[in-house]
């Protein structure tokens, strides 16, 4: 059968949470699925890299969909133009987006609905297409897929959508990320935080990541301390993040915060697995990649116990309330004291991270699809809509 794939987020060198899971997702299944043939739809020119496999045949349509006007251009317009042209067997849309006047059946990876519950953390256009499309995404969808449990239920619920037809496909993280030997530690620090020992928050700078109370909750950990402990921002800034600027402007230990913007997947990796414990105090999150990449490195986690975080780290995280930073605080005091509570949350962090993997995260995301594609609709060529699949099902 023939499939069509928006990758439009793959970018080489600018590959962040959405674009991991494309990447890491459609690697496999392309590889490991020779017997369909898959055409990755591109809003600009791609990386070689990318064509995973020789059933794959990409195309380059335009304008590159850089802000809500071009998404809906390039969605509505010369992405549907193409797939009426192409006629595929099914549609698949990782980040979420859908041509809606498009009538092969769809399955969007719908991540979470942060936009839905902080819109004000998001520029007016931005929320505005999020809020007013992502629901006639979700309804327009054959099948959906998100990356956690919470999510799952939040879409329902916040979508008046039957939960039946949601799958849940968890994210994974990549190998690279295991623990360090403490030479690579040593250089690591040596490198970015003058010799001394840190704390990391790992992930794009973003209102609902809370980074105003961590740096709030770090001064008070240093003026409670006397600690010599830095604190490292691995992540570039996205959309308003004024509540950030603001507090470190104002720091008295601003010269102990260090931002190193984006950096390579290499780099991730030796800050993360060098750390003394990665901070992870968002407000809301789908999934949370660093919070796995974290356990995988062998290094302690102070987490948020709200949205899908808990359901990532199991009982293998120090977890907070991101609305008191009295409470992370208190957190990164606890864990560079007591020796037994960081050994064992290592220890279970190996064990709850053992759970995930991008090679569990493709096999069910290809279950979700073959759903689809086995229904008798697509079997015989004919479109079909989330609510004649959920007819078939009854």
């Not at 980040?95 to 609905?113: K, M, N, R, T, Y």
């Not at 490292?232 to 959309?239: M, N, Q, S, T, Y």
């Not at 606890?334 to 064992?344: S, T």
């Not at 989330?386 to 009854?394: F, H, L, P, S």
Request: charged share 30%.
């Amino acid at each position: 059968m023939l499939l069509a794939v928006n990758t439009r987020l793959l970018i080489k060198n600018r590959i962040d949470g959405t674009g991991r899971f494309i990447n890491e997702t459609l690697k496999r299944i392309t590889r490991d699925h020779p017997e369909h043939e898959f055409v990755f739809f591109f809003d600009r020119s791609f990386n070689k890299d990318f064509i995973f496999s020789d059933n794959i045949t990409a195309r380059v349509i335009y304008p590159q969909a850089r802000h809500p006007v071009l998404w809906y251009w390039w969605f509505e317009i010369s992405l549907t133009r193409a797939l009426k042209k192409l006629k595929p067997d099914i549609f698949i849309s990782p980040d979420g987006f859908l041509p809606l006047s498009v009538e092969a059946p769809c399955i969007p990876v719908i991540h979470d609905l942060n936009f839905h519950h902080r819109p004000g953390d998001l520029p007016r256009m931005v929320r505005n297409y999020y809020n007013t499309c992502f629901p006639k995404f979700a309804e327009k969808a054959t099948r959906i897929i998100t990356v956690s449990e919470y999510s799952r239920k939040d879409i329902a619920k916040s979508y008046d959508i039957d939960p039946e037809i949601i799958d849940v496909v968890y994210n994974g993280a990549d190998k690279l990320f295991k623990p360090a030997t403490e030479i690579e530690k040593k250089e690591t620090r040596k490198r970015f935080t003058g010799g001394k020992d840190y704390f990391v928050y790992a992930g794009t700078l973003h209102p609902r990541k809370n980074i105003p109370a961590l740096l709030k909750a770090f001064e008070d950990f240093k003026k409670e301390t006397g600690s010599d402990m830095k604190l490292v921002l691995a992540g570039k800034d996205l959309f308003r993040t004024p509540g950030m600027k603001k507090k470190l402007k104002h720091m008295n230990y601003r010269n102990d915060v260090i931002l190193t913007g984006r950096v390579s997947a290499k780099d991730m990796h030796s800050i993360i697995s060098s750390a003394t414990a990665m901070t992870f105090v968002s407000h809301y999150e789908g999934f949370g990649i660093p919070v796995l990449e974290s356990m995988q490195c062998g290094v302690p986690v102070i987490a948020s116990n709200v949205t899908s975080i808990p359901e990532v780290a199991g009982d293998a995280a120090l977890y907070i309330n991101p609305s008191k930073p009295e409470t992370i605080t208190a957190a990164m005091k606890k864990i560079i004291i007591d020796i037994k509570l960081r050994e064992n949350l290592i220890k279970k962090g190996f064990v709850q991270s053992r759970k995930f993997s991008w090679d569990k995260t493709a096999k069910t995301f290809w279950e979700s699809i073959e759903k689809v594609l086995n229904c008798d609709a697509v079997k015989n060529n004919k479109p079909q809509s989330r609510r004649d699949a959920e007819t078939q099902r009854r």
